[in-house]
């Protein structure tokens, strides 16, 4: 593998969290002998070709992309402080990994925040949440529900917000030298 395989370190977290997430599928007899009357009766011939790929898997089985994308979780696992992955998985991770990371998240900030575990999981979920699984998940709403002030909630969040990130850049700084070193991203 001369050819990197991702752009940068946070880009191959993001692809290779979501490959985590997929099952690992084959090809089904169906699809062999669709992709074979395709090729044989150059259905894509004259279709214009897309620009260059943001992923270069040129070369590479779909088995070796799911296992270079669980080379990248694995050095993930490995990050020298707990809270580095929790942040990532926070992050990057879909379904169990995200809420792993949500969780480990609302556990590192705690001590700084002084509040009830029930109500900094919410704050941390909504930190981390994407924009549609937000709905609902509001800071006048967690407020309301735990009986907090609005500012103690937006505060809370905040200081969610800074320590994901601040964790999240180091743990892509650490990841970075190693990604380089195995031929996953280049060096610009």
Not at 69 to 74: L, P, R
Not at 88 to 96: K, R
Not at 127 to 134: D, L, P, T
């Amino acid at each position: 593998m001369t050819d990197a395989i991702f752009q940068n370190a946070s880009h191959a977290l993001h692809v290779s969290y979501l490959i985590h997430s997929l099952p690992a599928t084959t090809k089904s007899p169906t699809a062999i002998v669709i992709d074979q009357l395709v090729k044989e009766n150059h259905v894509w011939d004259g279709v214009p070709v897309r620009g260059a790929a943001k992923v270069n898997f040129s070369g590479l089985s779909p088995i070796e992309v799911r296992a270079q994308c669980a080379q990248v979780v694995s050095m993930v696992n490995h990050l020298a402080h707990p809270a580095e992955r929790a942040a990532c998985e926070a992050v990057y991770g879909l379904q169990t990994l995200k809420a792993n990371g949500v969780r480990g998240m609302s556990a590192y900030c705690a001590p700084a925040l002084q509040m009830g575990e029930e109500p900094l999981l919410y704050i941390a979920w909504h930190v981390f949440a994407r924009a549609h699984q937000r709905e609902g998940i509001t800071h006048a709403a967690i407020a309301e529900q735990f009986g907090m002030t609005l500012q103690a909630v937006r505060y809370a969040s905040d200081t969610v917000k800074k320590y994901g990130k601040h964790l999240h850049d180091r743990a892509l700084e650490a990841l970075h030298q190693r990604f380089l070193v195995g031929g996953l991203i280049a060096d610009f």
